[in-house]
């Protein structure tokens, strides 16, 4: 079975900011928390406040879109649902 890993950076509004920061740690526990979650790092940008860089890998495209799923109707999804995604997603055995 094939890992899925996404990596790459979202942009957040100074609008949603706040929102995404006070969220942020309650999704990454949830995250860490799913069957299939092998690594899952999210990190405010040291340089740029409003950009966070994303590293998630998943034991298998199902939980990979599980993981997916929950995330849209989580206050996560809510809060993060204005930033602009730039992500590479690829499976890899």
């Known amino acids: 079975m094939s ?3 996404l ?6 509004s100074e609008l949603d900011l706040e929102a995404v920061l006070n969220e942020l740690p ?7 928390k799913e069957s299939g979650c ?8 040291a340089v ?3 950009r966070f860089n994303v590293y998630e890998e998943f034991s298998s495209r199902e939980t990979f879109n599980e993981h ?5 109707g989580s206050k996560w999804g809510q809060v993060s649902s204005g930033a ?5 997603i690829f499976e890899t055995n």
């Open 3 to 5: 890992k899925v890993i």
């Open 7 to 12: 990596e790459g950076y979202l942009l957040v």
């Open 26 to 32: 309650i999704h990454i526990n949830l995250t860490r």
């Open 38 to 45: 092998l690594r899952f790092i999210v990190e405010q940008d």
């Open 48 to 50: 740029n406040n409003n």
């Open 68 to 72: 997916q799923d929950r995330v849209r």
């Open 84 to 88: 602009e995604r730039y992500y590479q």
